[in-house]
């Protein structure tokens, strides 16, 4: 059974370009939670979705958007891109909407260098 | 509002030997479930272990297990027989049971867990 893929691994871009990521959660699973995870402020939660709708959002600014597709796969895009936002980006996916029991499993990352 | 702590930015043990990873949390909900995650160098979040607050007993998975002692909140890692490939950094998260945006996961720093030869 696939894990959870995200798309690319790595990416470089410059202060004010935009980016969009991506992140196919498990086969079966419903629900997609993206985390940013820096030196300075650990991981922080940026959004969940669960059937293509935004369920909860974390405290970014509008920067930060996403979206989830009717197969769940969900892509995360960061505009007007500021040096702050070098991170690892991280895509948990679980099969259903989080409780407090459930286990999220994780992707690789991608890694964004914003020059 | 939730908080995890991790007082260890970094722990040694030698190989074979048992080490425990510290976890504090603070939060008023009586429902919660606590989780250890591994992140080695790849920057793939393993998941370890779980624990919920109305669990009567510690949780074990294989060579980890959870010390939990709700009155402390406190839930600290246990990993037996430590190996080489341990060596990853260590995050305590907390999920809450009261719903919204309450059931985003809250990490701790994390601990740099370093095992030696």
């Known amino acids: 059974k696939a894990g959870v893929t995200q798309t690319p691994r790595y990416l470089i871009k410059t202060r004010g370009q935009q980016v969009t990521l991506s992140c196919s959660p498990i086969?079966?699973?419903?629900?997609v939670s993206w985390y940013q995870q820096t030196p300075g402020q650990g991981l922080q939660f940026l959004f969940e979705?669960?059937?293509?709708?935004?369920?909860n959002k974390g405290n970014f600014p509008g920067r930060f958007s996403g979206r989830q597709f009717s197969n769940s796969r969900s892509e995360m895009n960061v505009s007007t891109l500021e040096l702050g936002d070098s991170a690892l980006y991280l895509c948990?996916?679980?099969?259903?909407?989080?409780?407090?029991?459930?286990?999220?499993?994780f992707g690789q990352g991608t890694r964004l260098t914003v020059v | 509002a939730q908080k995890i702590t991790q007082t260890q930015p970094g722990m040694f043990v030698q190989e074979k030997e048992a080490v425990t990873l510290d976890c504090t949390y603070d939060?008023?909900?009586?429902?919660?479930?606590l989780f250890w995650y591994k992140q080695p160098s790849s920057g793939e979040m393993i998941f370890l272990i779980y624990?919920?607050?109305?669990?009567?007993q510690n949780a074990t998975e294989g060579r980890y297990s959870l010390n939990f002692q709700k009155a402390r909140k406190s839930a600290n890692l246990v990993i037996s027989a430590s190996q080489l490939g341990d060596s990853a950094m260590y995050f305590c998260a907390m999920r809450m049971g009261s719903g919204g945006s309450n059931y985003k996961l809250t990490f701790g720093k994390g601990t740099l867990l370093t095992v030696n030869p």
């Open positions: 948990a996916s679980s099969l259903a909407p989080p409780r407090r029991n459930t286990e999220a499993f």
């Open positions: 939060t008023s909900d009586p429902s919660y479930g």
């Open positions: 086969s079966g699973h419903r629900s």
């Open positions: 624990q919920g607050s109305y669990d009567q």
């Open positions: 979705y669960f059937s293509e709708t935004q369920r």
